[in-house]
């Protein structure tokens, strides 16, 4: 996958990471508590409040795309990756896209229960 499409992507996951959070907020009462943290047993042990607990991970999603965006685009880095570096920085860019992706899931799912 290029840069340019995985960019595209990053932001798009990020809007659709925002999109839920606006929808479980319609669904939550309004002091909710959202789960943060979970025990090596899967049970909850930390909670957030209701606004940070649905928008801290959308908002760093979308923060980091504009930095691999910029990373692409500014960096003289670019520049001197070859194709094997440059695929490894793109897949741990996805990596971490998916792993922001199904947190924000995992923690929206947790509230909802």
């Known amino acids: ?21 606006f929808w479980a907020w319609e ?12 025990n090596i047993h899967g049970q909850v042990d930390s909670y957030m409040d209701k606004t940070p607990g649905l928008f801290l991970i959308p908002a760093i999603m979308a923060g980091l795309a504009v930095l691999f965006a910029l990373q692409f685009s500014l960096l003289p880095l670019r520049a001197r990756l070859d194709a094997k570096g440059r695929a490894v920085l793109l897949s741990s860019w996805g990596f971490v896209l998916v792993v922001l992706a199904a947190a924000q899931w995992l923690i929206i799912s947790s509230a909802l229960r």
């Open 1 to 21: 996958m290029r840069a340019r499409a995985l960019t595209y992507l990053n932001f798009a996951v990020a809007a659709s990471a925002f999109a839920l959070a």
């Open 27 to 38: 669904r939550l009462p309004p002091h909710a508590r959202i789960p943060s943290h979970w």
